[in-house]
């Protein structure tokens, strides 16, 4: 058995503490040896589950002598930064997503990263999760031919507050992300192409600082697939994760997870559960695939499976679509980046 | 392609006059020359219907020298006596379920039919569904691997009259005895004994005549699998027909066809329709498909798919059944009838 | 009950037969008293299925003193002569899809029938079918609260032969005609502007003559609702008709139907029946209700469900959808006609 | 919040080691103190999941002065003998099912519990199975009305070893009896009567030491209802654990949780997961809320959800079971256990 992964946690806020208590109760070789956070109550939060050291400062995370990898759950400004930190002193990184909103700095952590040969794994946790991680195995075994048309159905179960939406970086760079990601995992090709239709349905006040809640996404893949996500932040029925790919030769289609099995059957309907309620729920089983992941990689040294390049372009798609909102036009990834500096040709 | 069959109705009750429909629009091959009925009202709907010849008297259809083949729609208590005159009278014979609830009434029907070398077909419609007929299909072509048990949930929407249930023979022989011949065809192997466990549950006046309204029962086969079965005549929600057959390869479940595929969410949950109310809607392909294949059956001499036998071991397991009921025990079918003189040996 | 209507009908191919018999079998209160088609096999046809007359001539129906309504199933390029002759002649009008695909065409066919106060209804037939038509009300009835995005998956089983694509007017015209259709009439609401993302991915011949085989398709609504369709001309596992609105209220999702209810169970996987093959197994009901509904509005004298105006826009839709694919850019309606020629104002 | 529970655990199988790594990361206010175990492998587990104190000797957990409730993990054979040593030191008692296969050593277990005024809680966790769970709050409310069908199903993926059989009690103290309660459960009824049909198809080496590995279990309840339940050993499809029950005003129907919630379409079917491969899979929660209940039950001073009688009575329908399958016919409840010694008349 290898022997234990030396772990320095950074951000004990929700996702921090989900992250640490999969660590410690479901990731055996994981040993997170110390966590910081700017907020005292968090640190209670670690202590009482067993991590030794508990700081206020970063930068004793990221430079602990004993520390092999690091995981970072600050707030997204400090990525970047800590990204470079933590490569400069030698440390695997895992991530949460986004990396950043700016390319620039997206390409000065993925330049640090490779400079310093550490590991940099991203959270894409829904990667992980077991319905679209079987599709994905699927389409790459070929086993509905020529992807022809992508669907990516992805509503939130409510609109988080104005004042998070205020300063979210727009709904493509903070929720639709995930499917951007989503729609190169399964199709295993690089977006060409972005068109978006959009409007703020649920809450127009949204609309005075330029964002939408409603959004229907088409995007144009390397392989000729076309792709569609659509978009709500607020189903009422639950949390709606579904996805399905059609080819040449057959389709595969990824349901929601319902509460329960149930059918209450009356002189009226057949009654069945609504879907899991949001993410933390659906994505469980996912988050602790996710970092159990992470700790192979590193402990069989093989390559990250979402790197930095991942993470480049799930932030360009969603610049590129924020910009076609803007223009009403199709965008070209091109236009964003200049895929030369990153040796790709769409 | 085939040259016509004359066929000549006998009774234009409601399941008649369905017959008569089905022959007429959706059945090329067949001819219906003549058809008789006791009450007047039914003789118009015959003739706007395209009958050439309309009567009163069941001889006429049973002795006309055009007719080929007779379709016998009269109360159960003709149903022997039409197919003994039919028999003789060198007619192949489509005779509605059940044959007769007498066992002597169904041998002298039998010995009738092989004495003058025509064919019977007893109406189980049931063994056209298409959910039925393919599980039947898997099973024989070994997909399900050596049955196991067997499970059949038949439930009607409401309840016949009073009236009806009076003099309707009790529910193993009015209702269940579809039930006990798709056990016989799904599995392909006969009863050997049966046991019975139910009561009056939805209107326990009907116990003042011996009879019940839900039942459980347990059907033990030749082959050594389980069977069991279970009615009501009442679900709220429609009729419910399911069957499912496991076995030592694997497992084949029928669910019922729903009224639309069609599910409403709400912040409550998903409402999937009913299933379909009766078994006119249920069954209606299946009417269709089980005269199209009795024509084929003459037109093509190949044997009857649904025999005499079929129609005496469904009313032998139903009165076996109401004996269970009665005295409190497994039944061996051999206790009902000596099972040498048709030559069987279970 | 009403009196007989008298139907005269024009075309006797495919679905010409098809609204024959189902006229002839399952519509009562139709009789067509007169057919026409410039074949001498399909006469045939007609006079077996019951047709007391049968010509060569469109216009001895189109001009048959007795003759109330006409049915119009002749190649698309006669539907607005025909319809136009129609309406002189004061007849009611069943005319197949598309009306024309020219706009001018149109028009002047919606002079026709205005002017000599007849009625029109266009064969759209999937508005007929169970699931699409419950969904219709539950939208109708404020089930799902204000539309916001509308999902329409629309795949053929398999392309027609090159020969047929060649003058079939482009997909748009030919096959997401009745998506744009189902668009409106499920969202009760007008498109504004289309966006069309596509290729010829099953094959590339196509190209050769400017049409495509795979399609993405992006409406906006007048209502604000966001509509993406997406077609293909070849799903390997049948016939896939599904849609999904979803608003502010809840969500409402119409799933194939399937050959059969079965599932197989093995140690590999369940095992279900594919969807219905192609549009006459899976709207064959819907082919005659609508038929029925047509009698019923010139019976009861009602407002015809599906009238010129339903046929201009999906017409109009097509059109702007092949210009978006053609420029690459969302097209507005208003570009291809100006609306308030149509008392419109979008 | 309530004090933590202080907690000593007997027999660190796979059962005892599954209560304890729940105990330590899922259930607050549980502190295990000391575990017990024959096996000093099972030690260095217990060691390394943070329990301070390990030992050879039950009687040190039994009579640990700090223990305030004792989870009884051993082998049945001690389930009786620790439950009656805990509740005479005054602990409260977690003991897995079943109690016991003697009605009389059930009974004494029974004296000692209430004499000493300590709770006792029986490990029947499929109870806490979500979907049964719901399934019962529906019916105890009245949902469904008065009950009359119940069907359970119940197959296990594999069967166990022939060694392990030999002494496993019989198929229906090993397997069905998890039915037995709950089918007491979801009806909220004692059962009356039991009938059983049985053979060994799986197997038939088992056939002699007289045990069986299919069963068709009918009940008969006080209520009126009846049950009925289907067993195997061996489903080649996974883990197959459904249930229904039907009633006077509708339907509930727990259909099977599966692996995932993709299903594949080719161009011969649709191809979807097989069930959850066994119990540590399917009730993987059920375990959790089980222990967690516990825990509640004893800080918040309530009466147990699943107590002695419930133990016995499960245990007396099972030698029922077994009497009616060695003597064919049906076996009353009174016939076991005389009732009126527990203050029971059914």
Known sequence: MAKNL????????????????????????????????????????????????????????????????VIICSPTPFHVPYTVQAARAKKHIFCEKPLDTSIEAILSAKSA?????????????????????????????????????????????????????????????????HDFDMARFITGSEVKEVFVKGDALINPAIKDFGDIDTAVIVLTFENGAIGVIDNSRKAVYGYDQRLEIFGSKGMANADNNKLDNVTIYDDKAGHSALTQPFFLERYEQAYRVCLKTFIQTIQEDKPSPVDVHDGLMATVIGIAAQKSLNEGRTVSIEEVLDLSTIGLNL
Chains 1, 2, 3, 4 share one sequence.
């Open 6 to 69: 030396k772990i320095g946690l950074i951000g004990l806020g929700r996702i921090g503490q989900i992250h640490l208590t999969n660590l410690i109760n479901h990731i055996p070789g994981a040993e997170v040896i110390i966590a910081s956070d700017v907020s005292p109550q968090s640190h209670e939060f670690a202590l009482k589950a067993g991590v030794p050291r508990v700081t206020f400062e970063a930068e004793e995370v990221l430079n602990h002598p004993d520390v092999e990898a």
């Open 113 to 177: 990263v490779e400079e310093n040969g550490v590991k940099l794994m991203l959270g894409f946790n829904r990667r992980f999760d077991v319905n679209f991680s079987n599709i994905q195995k699927v389409v790459e075994a070929g086993g509905i031919g020529e992807p022809h048309i992508l669907r990516i159905t992805s509503r939130d179960p409510n609109p988080p507050s104005l004042e998070y939406l205020r300063s979210s970086g727009g709904i493509f760079l903070d929720m639709s992300i």
